[in-house]
């Protein structure tokens, strides 16, 4: 597909690699001929120098004859300029970044008024991450499928796990309640059957519905504990809109912010938070605000590094859940070896659903894919598909079906009954279905059939 997307900067470079990266053609408009540069250099791709809101720079770009374009900058005005202008030079789809916290109530308006195929808040999505994590601390990680009827959680086996060197088949769950789809291990990941033996440090990759998989990581033993007190530090868009998600009686919700004038805007807006003016990088502030009574940790400042210290020291301080905002790629494989429990990435998490909008958009006949996530590194995919009229192998056991090899057809979703499937189960049409595979780049669910 040629896609076009305006503004170079962490977000856009993250579009523009994972988009690159699945064989689009890609041209970038940004006004900083250097960043430009480097990502020229770097990735294959095309690069305009100049406002991408103007007719003059998108005809350059290609506008009239590209497939999308994703307007990535920092300003929300601009980014609905952006599509707007490309609408009216004939552009396919526009897809527009919108962060403002004050414009989320007025999104139906901006698609209708501005032609948007689709808009994207990253904060917003990474706060919705970190608030189904709040609510079930077990979990490093939480996706969802299916309008939320099916989760994905992934779970990390300590050390005095009682799974720890059994086999899947010796677990402690019915079959067709729930299913281990991907082990992570050594930076590997594994599509595993039921002699695969479990081991001190492993992430698995858990699905099923909430109530069976809580039951299943409960039944565990170690890892029964809520989450009541929670502190944020960062008071940004992030921070707001976790708060807004976290506004519930069982929460004692505190909020560390150095600048003054967002404190007092926080205070307006969260009147059930504690809003408090300082340097959350200041650990004798973090000990007065009772860091280690706390239950829960987030650091969401815009400095990764800062994130990271900070997290630390919660976790030194035994904080049981400690939640870290990354945005650079760099940091993820040094992140992982410090114990920080979660890792989010507002900009890989818009790159991620941005991909999944592009690989709907080259489907227009057979098994779209309607919701997508990447697991392990993005070395696997979790992908949701429903199931067509031209879907092959209808009405066939799935014991019987030629599956390609690394695939696991894990959730079948049917009439709003979550189904762990069998070899005796079949696929029909209009079933949701959740695939596991290490494949990349799959848009149709025929994609996973040899024959």
């Known amino acids: 597909m040629n896609i076009v997307i305006v503004g170079d900067g962490k977000v856009g470079y993250a579009l523009t690699e994972q988009l690159a990266g699945e064989g689009h053609d890609i041209t970038v408009i940004d006004s900083d001929q250097q960043t430009l540069s480097e990502s020229m250099e770097q990735l294959d791709i095309i690069g305009v120098r100049g406002n991408g809101a103007t007719r003059k720079i998108q005809l350059e770009a290609g506008v009239p004859e590209a497939d999308l374009l994703i307007a990535a900058t920092s300003g929300d005005e601009l980014n609905m300029i952006c599509c707007l202008t490309a609408k009216h030079l004939g552009c396919k789809n526009t897809i527009a970044r919108i962060r403002n916290p004050e414009y989320m109530q007025q999104l139906d308006m901006f698609k209708e008024q501005f032609g948007l195929s689709m808009v994207i808040n990253p904060e917003q999505e990474a706060a919705r991450e970190i608030s189904r994590i709040i609510k079930f601390p077990p979990a490093v990680k939480i996706d969802i499928f299916s309008k939320g009827r099916v989760e994905l959680v992934e779970f990390k086996i300590s050390g005095t796990s009682p799974v720890v060197d059994k086999r899947i088949m010796e677990l402690p769950y019915k079959p067709g309640t729930i299913l281990i789809c991907a082990v992570e291990r050594g930076g590997e990941v594994y599509i595993p059957n039921g002699s695969f033996i479990l081991r001190k440090g492993d992430s698995i ?38 708060a807004r998600l976290l506004d519930d009686k069982r929460f004692q919700l505190k909020i560390i ?119 392990v590194g993005g070395k696997a995919e979790a992908l949701e598909f429903t199931v067509a009229e031209k879907t092959k192998h209808l009405g066939k056991k799935l014991g019987e079906i030629p599956f390609k090899k690394n695939i696991l057809l894990g959730v079948i979703v049917r009439s709003g009954k979550v189904i762990i499937p069998s070899g005796q189960d079949v696929m029909m049409k209009g079933d949701s279905v959740v695939v596991i595979s290490n494949m990349q780049n799959l848009s149709d669910l025929n994609d996973i059939f040899t024959s």
């Open 257 to 375: 912010e150095k600048d003054l004038r967002r404190c007092e805007e926080l205070c307006e807006s969260l009147p059930h938070a504690t809003i408090i003016h300082g340097d959350g990088s200041d650990h004798e502030l973090l000990e007065v605000e009772g860091l280690e009574n706390s239950d829960a940790f987030v650091a969401v400042t815009g400095m990764d590094e800062e994130n990271l210290i900070m997290s630390m020291l919660a976790k030194n301080k035994g904080v049981p859940k400690v939640v870290t905002k990354v945005n650079r790629f760099n940091y993820l494989d040094i992140v992982e070896n410090m114990g920080i429990d979660s890792i989010i990435s507002p900009k890989m998490s818009t790159a991620i659903r941005i991909t999944q909008y592009v690989r709907a958009m080259q489907n227009t006949r057979g098994s779209k894919v309607s919701t997508l996530y990447k697991l």
């Open 205 to 242: 990759y858990i699905t099923g519905d909430n109530r069976k998989i809580t039951e299943f990581i409960n039944s565990l033993g170690d890892t029964q504990y809520k989450i009541r007190s929670i502190i944020i530090v960062g008071g940004g868009k992030l921070g707001y809109y976790l």
